[in-house]
């Protein structure tokens, strides 16, 4: 019967076989910033689809973050605010926008965040993983600029303000539309230093 090749955990991307680590890191040596956050960026959604297709993380794992009362906090307003509609500029269950659904829910839980998706992007801790109650950053306009933002609420899911759909909704980010948009994610609630720069993505975004 044939075996599949050994698979480790890379700090850089989950679920890699042994066979094509050590060229992957030979290749990143002589990557441009520019690919490099391509990279980080799919890596961060192979993440996301991977938990989204086991399972989330278990209360006792949950239990050793010491922000996961603060995470559950975050997530259950978001969620209640599920359906919510969507207003330009609003920023309270009345109305809300993607960056003033993050603002709102953030500040029930005692966290001031900037008002703007770019702002919210720049003032986080980047993360190649994200856990419940961090939140991704998309590239949804013409603009290099990032242009929206939305809630991580496990499972592979995000809550968000949608301006099409014209009100607060939860769905899975499988769907090939955020796939090809996803800039990273970030967090407010602690984590290891920055390992991605933080810069606009460019124009040429790989759409697989």
């Not at 998706?117 to 003032?123: G, L, M, T």
């Not at 993360?127 to 603009?143: E, I, Y």
């Not at 991580?152 to 909704?169: C, T």
Request: contains cysteine; positive net charge.
């Amino acid at each position: 019967m044939h075996k599949p090749p050994p698979y480790r955990q890379l700090p850089n991307c989950p679920w890699r076989a042994d066979s094509t680590a050590l060229r992957e890191t030979a290749n990143m040596r002589s990557m441009p910033n520019q690919t490099i956050r391509f990279f980080s960026a799919s890596c961060l959604l192979a993440a996301l689809f991977w938990l989204g297709g086991c399972a989330t993380p278990s209360p006792s794992a949950m239990g050793r973050d010491e922000h996961a009362n603060t995470r559950q906090r975050i997530v259950s307003t978001a969620e209640r605010l599920v359906g919510t509609p969507y207003r330009l500029g609003g920023e309270s269950p009345s109305g809300v926008d993607c960056s003033g659904l993050v603002q709102y829910t953030y500040r029930q839980a005692g966290i001031a965040v900037p008002r703007s998706a770019a702002a919210q992007f720049q003032a986080g801790q980047p993360q190649r993983q994200v856990l419940p109650g961090d939140l991704l950053f998309f590239r949804t306009s013409a603009s290099r600029q990032v242009s929206h933002v939305g809630i991580y609420a496990g499972d592979g899911q995000m809550i968000h303000a949608s301006s099409s759909s014209h009100r607060v909704r939860k769905v899975s980010l499988r769907q090939p539309y955020w796939r090809r948009h996803l800039v990273g994610g970030a967090t407010f609630l602690g984590g290891p230093k920055p390992t991605v720069t933080r810069q606009w993505p460019t124009p040429e975004i790989p759409q697989g």
